[in-house]
C-alpha cells in the first residue's frame, strides 16, 4: 500500500502540472459557470438557474468532456516515454501497484479540475439563489467521478498491453472509445430498434444502455435528477423491463460496478504479460 500511494503521489504532482489538466480545469469551470448563468436564456428568462436546473443542464457537458479528459490523460500517462517508464518499473515495485498508483494519482487531479469548475459554478449559484436543489447537483457530481473512474480504468486497459509504446495507436484507441461511448453505439441502438420488431428493438436498447457506461452514467442521473420526465427510448424501455425505478436502479447500479472493475482487471493482466 506505502509503494501504490507513492507512485499515486507523484502521478498527482506530476499531473497537477500538466497543461493538459490545467486548461480542462479552466474550460470545464467557464462552461459550467455559463450554463449556471445563462441558463434561462432559451425560456426567454434572465438570471442564474438553481441547483436542480443547473445540474439538468450540466449532465451532457459532464458526459462529452470528463470520459474524454480521463481516456486520454490516462493513455498518454500509461503510455509515456519508454525511457522513464523503464526506469518506474525496474524498481522494485510489483506492476500492479505501478498501475492502481498512476490511475489514483490522475483520479485524485481530475476530481481536483471538476472539482473547480462545479465549485465555481455552485458557488455563483448559491450567491445569486439559495440552497434550492443542491442535492440534485451533488449527485452530478458523484456521477462525474463515477464517469472519471470507469473512463481511467478504460485507458489503463488500452494503453497497459505496451507500455512506453504505441502511444500514437493508443490514443486512436482512446478517441474511437470515446466516440463509440457517446455518440455511435446510442445511434446505433436506435437505428436497429427502427428496423426490429417492437419487443426485439426494446432488447436492443435495454442491452444498449447498460452495456455503455456513458448510457448508464446519463440514465442513472436522469433517473436521479428528474425521473422519468427526461427519459429517452432505451431508458423507458430499461425501465419498462425491470417494472419500475427501483428495479432500473439496481440494473444500473450493477452494470456501473462491472465498468468500475472490469476494465482494470483488464489492464492488470494485460501489464502482467507486457514485455517492458
Known sequence: ??????????????????????????????????????????????????????????????????????????????????????????????????????????????????????????????WKTDQLGLPSYLLLVAGAAVLTAIFLGLAGAIASGAPGRKRTRAIAIALVVWFGAILFLDLVALGLCTLLPSGLGSRVLIVSVLLNPASAVRTAELLLLEGTAAFGAGSLALLRFTNGQLGAGLALAGSLAVWLVAPVLVAMHRLRGADL
Open 1 to 126: 500500500m506505502n509503494a501504490l500511494l507513492l507512485v499515486a503521489r507523484q502521478e498527482l504532482v506530476l499531473a497537477v502540472r500538466a497543461r493538459s489538466i490545467q486548461i480542462f480545469a479552466a474550460v470545464f469551470a467557464l462552461l459550467a459557470l455559463v450554463v449556471a448563468g445563462s441558463g434561462y436564456v432559451l425560456t426567454g428568462g434572465v438570471g442564474v438557474q438553481d441547483f436542480a436546473r443547473t445540474a439538468a443542464s450540466l449532465v451532457q457537458l459532464v458526459l462529452l468532456m470528463v470520459p474524454l479528459m480521463a481516456l486520454l490523460l490516462g493513455v498518454v500517462s500509461l503510455s509515456g516515454e519508454r525511457g522513464a517508464l523503464e526506469l518506474l518499473f525496474a524498481q522494485p515495485l510489483a506492476r500492479r501497484d505501478i498501475l492502481l498508483g498512476k490511475l489514483l494519482g490522475l483520479f485524485g487531479a481530475l476530481l481536483g479540475a471538476e472539482a473547480l469548475g462545479f465549485g465555481s459554478a455552485g458557488a455563483l449559484i448559491y
